[in-house]
């Protein structure tokens, strides 16, 4: 009866470790780098405001009488969290809206160039 063996298979097994273990370094790489360090401020700025985006939401539409049409959470330039509500009013014009932590609406006229380079299509 004739044995069949797998001769590649141990260079499978050591291909894949050495995939993950690459993947681990570049993943722990990209968390020490200045992008890794902002996301990561921004996730833990996130996760301990006290407003949720629901709320972020229903404060920018009642403040202005809108509807939203797209939110996000963002760093501000003195690292607190704020969240960007883009509304659309009853007249039908666009408004920017700046919800901050402590749920303060500050309305802003909407660009005709929104976009901010986030790929977003805003």
């Given at each position: 009866?004739?044995?069949?063996?797998?001769?590649?298979?141990?260079?499978?097994?050591?291909?894949?470790?050495?995939?993950?273990?690459?993947?681990?370094?570049?993943a722990s790489a990209e968390t020490t780098s200045g992008e890794g360090k902002e996301n990561q401020m921004e996730i833990?700025?996130?996760?301990?405001?006290?407003?949720?985006?629901?709320?972020?939401?229903?404060?920018?539409?009642g403040d202005t009488g809108g509807k939203a049409m797209d939110a996000s959470f963002d760093l501000a330039k003195d690292?607190?969290?704020?969240?960007?509500?883009?509304?659309?009013?009853?007249?039908?014009?666009?408004?920017?809206?700046?919800?901050?932590?402590?749920?303060?609406?500050?309305?802003?006229?909407?660009?005709?160039?929104?976009?901010?380079?986030?790929?977003?299509?805003?």
């Amino acid at each position: 009866m004739q044995r069949k063996t797998f001769p590649n298979f141990g260079k499978i097994v050591l291909l894949s470790a050495a995939l993950v273990t690459g993947g681990a370094a570049l993943a722990s790489a990209e968390t020490t780098s200045g992008e890794g360090k902002e996301n990561q401020m921004e996730i833990q700025t996130f996760l301990s405001s006290p407003q949720s985006l629901g709320q972020a939401i229903t404060a920018a539409e009642g403040d202005t009488g809108g509807k939203a049409m797209d939110a996000s959470f963002d760093l501000a330039k003195d690292n607190s969290g704020v969240y960007e509500v883009e509304l659309v009013k009853p007249d039908g014009t666009q408004v920017d809206v700046i919800v901050d932590a402590k749920g303060a609406v500050t309305v802003q006229a909407m660009d005709d160039d929104h976009d901010d380079g986030d790929n977003d299509n805003d």
